[in-house]
């Protein structure tokens, strides 16, 4: 993103520097991330009442009002080093009673909590025995564009199935074919990704962001969030555009050929309701939606990217159901699919095996709380074996 320096990975997210300006439009624009934390202040605690003390220093004033209602949210890494074990709930109580201590001290009023709807919110990271506490830029997720209001049993988050695409460096041009598609969340993500569209603005409903209840003489109380939505309006206006002028000749070109398939018809129509929300009816018009069963489809082309997030877990619960459902996957892709490179999505790590094809990549995914692999089969054309007694 334009504006980001000192980007490293961190424990479960990303640390970086960047103005005010940016982390606003990044809220618009970026398409992986679920928030974006401002840092507050952080410091070193050997005892709880550290904790207090720690979050009584910061000039919590500069950022928000006490007629704003505030919650507190706590995540914790390796558990700190005390006396005694440190229980979430005290924690957290710590940190808000050095928030209102702060605001009594500076201003003779102190905030009310809200754990529902509150104007600020307030992350609070422990890692041993640091503690850092942040200000929630996004408020709602990031995942939640907007446009999925209908989904399937086992729905992707929306930023997760944007982290699988980009882990497959897809081309954005190359045909891309999901035959699980369910809601669809996959195809419209890419599609979003291959026309550079922004993930958090959605022009018949924009969402609101919590910074833009920030003080105004914060730091990010100075952004122009009208202009930022302006410039997101006017790049899915010229693209909208852009197709609506080549209309089937946008395929290759602008846009690439798509298809999602399902063997349940009624995600097929949830799949199209949602991209009809997602997408510029230009774009919609370039998707495939077909019902049909995986080994009923055919490619789109000699080449390209197939990505699924197929049924597995209690989704597959008959005695031997999965282990079929494995082996028929297989047998689809070698059989229908040559030349063409696959990436599925599984919490079996051995899929492969099932499958009897190996894996030329398997990268470690959380899906919610469940330990998955996405896995990268490259199906040559001919046999393995074939292809190896000529190479």
């Known amino acids: 993103m334009p504006g980001f320096v000192s980007v490293a990975k961190g424990r479960g997210g990303a640390s970086f520097t960047a103005p005010a300006q940016s982390i606003a439009r990044a809220n618009l624009w970026a398409r992986i991330p679920t928030r974006l934390l401002v840092c507050a202040g952080h410091g070193r605690f050997r005892t709880p009442e550290d904790i207090r003390k720690i979050a009584t220093k910061i000039l919590w004033e500069q950022w928000f009002t006490f007629r704003q209602t505030l919650r507190i949210d706590l995540a914790v890494g390796r558990e700190p080093k005390l ?10 109580l710590l940190v808000k009673d050095g928030i209102c201590d702060r605001f009594r001290t500076a201003r003779g009023e102190r905030p009310s909590i809200d754990t529902t709807h509150p104007d600020i919110r307030v992350w609070a990271f422990i ?13 709602e997720p990031l995942f939640k564009r907007g446009w ?55 022009a018949a409903s924009p969402r609101e962001f919590a910074a833009e209840q920030f003080h105004a003489q914060s730091p990010m109380g100075q952004v122009n969030w009208r202009a930022l939505r302006a410039e997101a309006k006017d790049v899915i206006d010229r ?14 070109q602008t846009a690439p050929i798509m298809q999602g398939s399902d063997n349940d018809p009624r995600m097929i129509e949830v799949a199209q309701a949602n991209a009809r929300r997602a997408l510029p009816p230009a774009a919609c018009a370039l998707i495939q939606w077909r019902v049909a069963a995986f080994e009923n489809t055919q490619p789109i082309g000699p080449s390209g990217v197939l990505v699924a997030n197929p049924p597995y877990g209690k989704r597959l619960e008959q005695p031997g159901e999965a282990a079929a459902f494995e082996r028929s996957i297989g047998e689809c892709l070698k059989k229908q699919y040559p030349g063409w490179q696959a990436w599925l999505l599984t919490d079996n790590l051995k899929l492969d095996s099932g499958m009897r094809l190996k894996a030329s990549r398997r990268i470690p995914v959380f899906n919610g709380d469940i330990e998955c692999r996405w896995m990268r089969f490259d199906m040559v054309v001919g046999s393995n074996r074939d292809n190896a007694q000529h190479a």
């Open 83 to 92: 006396d005694q074990p440190l229980a979430r709930n005290f924690a957290t």
């Open 127 to 139: 890692d041993q025995n640091d503690l850092t506490l942040y200000l929630d830029t996004s408020g």
């Open 148 to 202: 999925r209001q209908s989904k399937g049993e086992a729905p992707l988050r929306e930023n997760l199935a944007a982290a699988l695409m980009a882990l497959t460096e897809w081309d954005g041009t190359s045909p891309l074919m999901d035959p699980f598609c369910g809601s669809g969340t996959l195809i419209i993500e890419a599609m979003q990704q291959a026309l550079r569209l922004p993930a958090g603005y959605l």
């Open 239 to 252: 693209v909208s555009a852009t197709l609506a002028k080549l209309g089937p000749a946008a395929v290759g």
